[in-house]
């Protein structure tokens, strides 16, 4: 990481550099007690960014996360592809065992829920607040409802 980057990523306090390191170290790690002492630690700077990403989660490159992991839920379960951005508080979750699988080069917009067994094709791009729970397309772009009244008071 260049000396500028890590200067940008620290000052806004989403300096995860340490984070995807150790993250990547855990992965290459054999002796169960050390990737045990490298899961702690990784909870723990998730937990004080106001992130989680599953131990487990296997990532084919780093995501950009704009925003920190401020509110970002990654299941274990999860498969994110390269080049993938994640905004704030989105939540990637399974439902028994099942997680998504994220193509190459995807959008995932702010508040955005993608839940179950579903399949985010490459460079699909996830609109803020879309709750998505099938399969996307490669290319396509999901965005959430209109907003509506339901009842004027």
């Not at 306090?13 to 290459?28: K, V």
Request: hydrophobic share 40%.
């Amino acid at each position: 990481m260049k000396w500028r980057d890590w200067l940008v990523d620290y000052s806004r306090g989403d300096n995860l550099g340490l984070f995807w390191r150790l993250f990547e170290w855990r992965s290459h790690t054999r002796h169960k007690w050390l990737r045990d002492i490298q899961s702690l630690l990784l909870g723990r700077i998730a937990h004080r960014h106001g992130g989680y990403i599953g131990v487990e989660t296997k990532f084919d490159g780093r995501p950009r996360l704009p925003h920190g992991l401020h509110g970002v839920f990654i299941s274990r379960f999860a498969r994110i592809g390269r080049d993938c951005c994640i905004y704030q508080n989105v939540t990637i979750g399974e439902i028994g065992r099942h997680a998504p699988k994220i193509g190459d080069r995807c959008f995932i917009g702010a508040g955005a829920i993608l839940i179950g067994d579903i399949t985010v094709g490459h460079d699909a791009k996830i609109g803020a607040g879309a709750v998505v729970y099938g399969d996307v397309p490669d290319g396509a772009t999901l965005v959430s409802g209109t907003s509506r009244i339901i009842e004027k008071g």
